[in-house]
Nanobody, 117 residues
Framework: QVQLVESGGGLVQPGGSLRLSCAAS????????MGWYRQAPGKQREMVAD???????NYADSVKGRFTISRDNAKNSVYLQMNSLKPEDTAVYYC???????????WGQGTQVTVSS
């Protein structure tokens, strides 16, 4: 069963940190490009960060220097370290996977991140 399961969301004060995890199963993780997206209430889903199978990373301008995406192929997992969090980072965060030779993108169920004092 192809699946992505996110965890690590929660409530944090401005300036705080959170680490999101996404556990993958049912496909060849090491050859997939992985990404984190987020969707705030009333807004479109937007890319936050992504990482290729080779480890190249890409970030949205709004999170550069604060967020770090990484992957552990041995654990079939991708992570998002979020530092210096701001209220505008509040959103549901989703993990996705893009497999080679397969146009169907896999999405997780999402994890809520709320940044508030």
């Amino acid at each position: 069963q192809v699946q992505l399961v996110e965890s690590g969301g929660g409530l944090v004060q401005p300036g705080g940190s959170l680490r999101l995890s996404c556990a993958a199963s049912g496909f060849t993780f090491s050859s997939a490009a992985m990404g984190w997206y987020r969707q705030a209430p009333g807004k479109q889903r937007e890319m936050v960060a992504d990482i290729t199978s080779g480890g190249n990373t890409n970030y949205a301008d709004s999170v550069k220097g604060r967020f770090t995406i990484s992957r552990d192929n041995a654990k079939n997992s991708v992570y998002l370290q979020m530092n210096s969090l701001k209220p505008e980072d509040t959103a549901v965060y989703y993990c996705n996977a893009v497999r080679i030779y397969n146009p169907n993108v896999i999405w997780g169920q999402g994890t809520q991140v709320t940044v508030s004092s």
